[in-house]
């Protein structure tokens, strides 16, 4: 059973950052791709970014310049670095692990409000 556990949300001014955490286990993480998605308030959950097992990234293109993803294999953790924030970055954030099941983690909040 994979477990995933979300972590580093909160309240941030406009143009703060954030780091978020998401710490894995239960699974070969090293050979894993772990995703981070978002759902805003009304809206469906949204592709953010991507790293696979050898490190190879991949964003959406609204974070693409903003956001970074990254993982420590040591601490089965992935990290998103989330720069330049704005209102609209405002949702619930997840990982995923996919596999022949999608596993989720349950979600941080983050709301970016002056």
């Known amino acids: 059973q994979v477990q995933l556990v979300e972590s580093g949300g909160g309240l941030v001014q406009p143009g703060g950052s954030l780091r978020l955490s998401c710490a894995v286990s239960?699974?070969?993480?090293?050979?894993?791709?772990v995703s981070w998605h978002r759902q805003a308030p009304g809206k469906q959950r949204e592709f953010l970014a991507v790293i696979t097992s050898r490190g190879t990234t991949n964003y959406a293109d609204a974070v693409k310049d903003r956001f970074t993803i990254s993982r420590d294999s040591a601490k089965n953790t992935v990290y998103l670095q989330m720069n330049s924030l704005k209102p609209e970055d405002t949702g619930v954030y997840y990982c995923?692990?996919?596999?022949?099941?999608?596993?989720w983690g349950q979600g941080t909040q983050v709301t970016v409000s002056s």
């Open positions: 239960g699974s070969r993480f090293s050979i894993n791709a």
């Open positions: 995923k692990v996919p596999g022949a099941v999608d596993y």
